[in-house]
């Protein structure tokens, strides 16, 4: 990544900042979006009183001269800032154990969380294990949460993990992932700056794009949706379908950058109201076997599990189709679901994520392990198709060769 420099024009139709606020939040507490909005966390850590704040976010983040942006807007605001840069990708209990020390050590009163969604995901665990007085293994595995964290503010890097507005936190503990959902983790400020994302390399762009588009196609698949969930996801999937591809070739375009991290935020609210569904599930299946951008396994998976839920969700998928561009008038509902699938497999392959296992170095006698882990750890009681081991394996076995079955 190159150094950080947020002196790129600004188009007059995208300089419009705006606060969101809704039922149960209270100023200064909401969602502030727009580009250079990261300018005032200082402002409003210090209307929520912090005085020593523990900045939570990884060595690249730091190197990038974001981290130094928030510690001078802190610090001009008063505030005593100690910075934890230590967090890795997919994060282990061991980080999540190292925060939990610092932030007793320093007596943190406010916890920011800057950069991917692994930063953002301790940034929430450690703000709920240091007044709960439970280290975070514990919190994880029992996920008993009786107090009020400490006040967090989230400032996501990237547009894809949506964790800024997720109440889930996942940690992994050896090969096994622990999660917990609370309200409690959601931060009373989100800071969401496009601006923080125009130099995000194509493969993460890709990535955590993907990411985004399945946390609105799975929202909507949910056996939990209803309509207020359903706009905020098709929102989500017109504006990923349409920008994603124009960040991922020109990722200096402030229009693409601003649209999808608009379309990751709204995508994200929208599942944490329903909840994932499998393309998550294998996500975490593969990551057991072979390390890997969570992204990725989004993406080649979620086409697949698309497909697997056509027969009872046509009409819904078709809803995609058309959030995705598809001119599907002339169409049966079945052909325009499976128009649908076509759609997000050749978005994914067009942001050159991986289109098979194989490609990606799995092998052929892992298959049956991986399905076997996905069906009996990470099981979805709210996909609208029941899946049997049998349906695993073939899921399993068709995203190892790259090729969508319908069965």
Known sequence: MAPVNLDFIIPPHLQREFFFQTAGTHPPNGILFGFNTVKKVGELAGKLGGKRALLVTDEVIVRMGFADLVIAAMEKEGIKVHVFDKVEPEPHIETANDLYETVRKESSDLVVGLGGGSSLDMAKLVSLAATNKQEPFELMDKKVVTQPPLKKILIPTTA??????????????????????????????????????????????????????????????????????????????????????????????????????????????????????????????????????????????????????????????????????????????????????????????????????????????????MAEVCITRYPRANNPRPMSREDCLNLFESMWEGKVRYF
């Open 160 to 369: 894809g993990t949506g964790a800024e507005v997720s109440m889930f936190t996942v940690v992994s503990a050896g090969k096994d992932k622990y999660f917990m959902g609370t309200p409690y983790a959601l931060p009373e400020v989100a800071i969401i700056d496009p601006g923080l994302t125009i130099s995000l390399p194509p493969k993460i762009t890709a990535s955590t794009g993907i990411d985004a588009l399945s946390h609105a196609i799975e929202s909507l698949m949910n056996k939990l949706a209803n309509p207020f969930y359903d706009s905020l996801a098709l929102g989500g999937i017109e504006l990923i379908g349409k920008y994603l591809r124009k960040a991922h070739s020109d990722g200096q375009d402030p229009e693409a950058r601003y649209h999808m991290a608009m379309g990751a935020t709204i995508s994200m609210i929208s599942m944490s109201g329903t909840g994932g569904l499998y393309s998550h599930s294998i996500t975490y299946a593969l990551a057991m076997f072979q390390p890997m951008a969570h992204g990725i396994g989004c993406g080649i998976a979620l086409a697949h599990t698309m497909a697997f839920n056509l027969p009872v969700i046509e009409n819904r998928l078709a809803l995609i189709a058309r959030a995705m561009g598809g001119r599907i008038e002339s169409l049966t509902p079945r052909e325009a679901g499976r128009s649908a699938v076509d759609a997000v497999f050749n978005l994914a392959r067009d942001v050159e994520i991986p289109v098979s296992l194989q490609e990606i170095g799995f092998k052929r006698e892992e298959v049956p392990k």
